[in-house]
Every structure is written in C-alpha cells, then in structure tokens.
C-alpha cells in the first residue's frame, strides 16, 4: 500500500492526514511548529473540529499515523500533499505563497525519486505550473498533481471522507492512476472524479469561492432593499430559494462571511486577474467585498438608532465570536470586527462563544469574555446574536429578559425565533426585516 505524507498541519493538514490514515494508509504529517507537532503526536489538535480529536486519537493508537518536524522521514513516502496556508500579503490584496514554496522546496529535497507531490493549498492560477518547472530542472523525477480542498469548517472529516467531488489536476495518466488508488474507497461510493489540468484545479476553488461569496453578499445586498422598502428578506429568500436554478443554500440574510478563506480568497483572485490582465472579469468581486463588510456597519448603525450615537459607557452583550458555528476560527470574524468597533466607540464589550473565546482573546484583548450566557447578558443595554450557535436558538427569552438592562436584540443572522422574543417583551431587530 502506498505511504502518505502531509506537508502542514493546520486546519487542512491535521484533517487531511488523520482521514487517510482512517483509510488505511500509513501517513507522517510534518511541520515546523515543533510545539504544534507535541500536540498533535499527543492526541490534541490545536483548533476545535467537530469529532475530529477523536479520529485523530483513534488514528494514533492504530499505528499507522504519526508525526514529526524531520522532514527527512518523507523519504520512504510515495505521495506527498501539501498542505500549508496561503494568507493575504500584509501589503496587499494578493496571495502570500511563502509558505507554499518553502513546502515545496522542503519535500523536494527528501522525496524518493518517482514520487508524486500533490498540492492542496489554495494558490492563485499559475502557481502549480510555476512549481512544475522548477520540479523540472531540480528534481526531474518527481511529478505534479493538485487536488483542491473543499472543506467546511464545522464538517471537515464528513467533508474529506464523504466529498461531493474529487477534483484532479494532473499532467500524465501515471499521476491520475496513483490518485484513484489513493482515493480508492472513496470512488467506491461513486463520488464524481474530475481529472483537470493543473491551472483549471487551481481555479475551481477560488471560483467555487467566489461564486458562494456572491451568493451570500446577493442575499445581505436584498436585504439592504428590503430594510429600505419595508420588505421582508426571509421571506424573499424563501420564496427565490424554491427556484432550482438558484437554491436556497447560503441565501440567510446576515452579517456576511468570514474566516480563513471566502475573504482573502477572493481579494487573491482579484490580484491574480490583474496580473493576467483580466481584472475587469472580477471587477465584480470587489463590490462582493464591499457588500459584505457593509452588513458590518448595517449592524453598528443599528445599535446607535436603538441606544444613541454616543456608545460610552454602554454595555453590549455579543453573542459569538466565531466566524462561524462549530468552529473557534476567528480569523475575518465579522461578529469580532462589530465587537472590536463597538469597544472602539467607548462601549464595554461582553463577548460569549461555547468554542471560540480563548482565540478570540488573542485576537482582541481589549474585549471583555465570558463563558457564561447569562454574565455575557447581565445588564446589557442591547444584545447582539452575531454567530448563529445552536444554544443561542435555545436561550429561553423571557429568563433572558430578567437578565438585561434594556431589552433590546439584534439578530445579525436571522437565526433566532422573532416572535418568541417579541412575545416575550423584547425589541426585534434583523437584518433585511421591518
């Protein structure tokens, strides 16, 4: 059986390398993090997954997963996945690949000859091609493949071992063929295998980002229409979600997307179309971008129509700080950024998450965090619902409303029950709502 190595040990990495391990391959994940590598090679990921530390735990104890920072232990390997971040350059909207290329450069020095390295970052067009050159004059031997990833946080192991598509970009049958023996009992279960060149593997995911960024920055721009006619942006969006050609998946009016990947993914695509000379057919991404953090301030502008332009002294209880549920990444967190402005503005800031608190400390120390709803509530001039947690759907309104100081709610995700709370005494308010 063919032995696995895994580049990078993030989010991506650690998911990746315990899911192939569960498939029955030997798998070495290798980072430079040494401390991370003590966690991991210890049974505790470093970021919370859903059931993922117990895969990971599970994998360890059966032997055939391990990891390490000696990269020399890649050389018994036969395919190597590349794993590691791609963030946005400090100086700009584009891709920093720094991480990418020194990976690269890393395996290549230990890989066996006839070994596959198969990319899984998301890297701007023309990467991989750039990469296989090199390859070609360094280490002739050793052959290319991309295979993006299309996980979501909160369901990444359902999204490895269970994937709508497995996308290939490959330059000879021999890499394809190596590929379907890796993904073998996958294919079993009749997930679509699309083989692509390199350039058009490395396009799908930014595209499928960016087509999934517009959809939800549609939705948040109807609601900018309904709040100024009167309408109702729910009620919209159920009605144009029963058109097949549109669905209603990703259509919940809200505070608009966040995280490790939608955000900066996009602005790298709008880089890398200028550098090809093509920016005008991504000009459209721009005012994606610009929709999305309008919702932001959408949410700012209303908690001063409802408590007063001058927010010192007043306290604001913010319900999340995760970009999402079922995830404690913050990076991008639009439930963060509203908090951090508002504390800007001179509010006292009390900020709850079930996952996300001690990360989002790092992030914005200046906040106040509780690990309790009702601290997070007590005296509150005004709550805001910022991550759609289940337990918040579950908050019962009528002991909430003994809790707060005024009772006043911004649902920034359309997620909560309105009439309960208004039934309860509470003032409503919801993006995209009358």
């Known amino acids: 059986m063919l032995k696995l190595s895994v580049v990078g040990t993030g989010y991506l990495g650690v998911t990746h ?38 895969l990971l735990s599970k994998e360890l104890s059966s032997g055939r997963l391990k990891f390490t920072t000696d990269f020399s232990q890649l050389s018994d390997c036969d395919v190597h996945f590349i794993c590691v971040g791609t963030p946005q350059q400090k100086d700009g909207i584009a891709a920093d690949l720094t991480y990418v290329d020194a990976a690269f450069n890393s395996v290549a020095k230990y890989a066996k ?33 991309w295979n993006p990833e299309f996980l979501r946080e909160g369901f990444a192991v359902e999204d490895t071992l269970r994937p709508n598509r497995l996308v290939v970009g490959v330059t000879s049958d021999k890499a394809e063929k190596v590929l379907q023996e890796v993904y073998q009992s996958l294919l079993k279960n009749n997930v679509p295998w699309i083989r692509a060149d390199l350039p058009t593997a490395e396009l799908v995911k ?68 200028q550098e090809l000379g093509a920016e005008q057919s991504l000009e459209f991404l721009r005012e994606i971008d610009s929709i999305n953090l309008r919702a932001r301030q959408r949410v700012i502008d209303l908690v001063r129509a409802d408590i007063g332009t001058d927010l010192k002294g007043k306290k604001i209880a913010v319900l999340g700080g995760a970009f999402k549920p079922d995830s404690d990444d913050v990076r991008d967190s639009p439930a963060l950024d509203i908090a951090a402005q508002i504390h800007a503005a001179g509010a006292n800031v009390s900020v709850h998450d079930p996952k996300a608190v001690e990360p989002a400390r790092i992030r914005h120390p200046e906040l ?67």
């Open 206 to 273: 930014v595209a499928a980002n960016s087509f999934l960024a517009t959809k939800i920055s549609f939705i948040n721009a109807m609601a900018e229409i309904c709040e100024a006619a009167g309408g109702d942006v729910t009620v919209l969006a159920k009605a144009i979600g029963y058109d097949p050609r549109i669905g209603s998946r990703f259509l919940q009016a809200g505070i608009g997307f966040g995280g490790g990947c939608l955000p900066k993914d996009i602005r790298a695509f709008m880089a890398r179309s």
């Open 17 to 54: 390398a315990a899911a192939m391990s569960s498939l029955g391959f030997e798998v070495v994940g290798v980072d430079v993090d040494s401390k991370k590598i003590a966690q991991l090679q210890s049974g505790r990921v470093p970021f919370f997954e859903p059931h993922l530390e117990e």
């Open 113 to 145: 000859a006839g070994s596959l390295l198969v990319g899984k970052s998301t890297v701007p067009v023309g990467t991989a091609e750039k990469i296989k050159s090199e390859l070609a004059n360094s280490h002739p031997t050793l052959e290319l493949a």
């Open 368 to 434: 106040q965090y509780t690990t309790e709803i009702d601290d997070c509530l007590r005296d509150a001039d005004i709550v805001l619902h910022l991550t759609e947690w289940k337990i918040y759907r579950e908050i019962d309104p009528k002991v909430a409303h003994g809790l707060v100081k005024s009772a006043r709610i911004i649902d920034g995700r359309n997620a909560l029950d309105r009439e309960a709370w208004v039934a309860a005494g509470w003032k409503f308010r919801a993006l995209g709502r009358s």
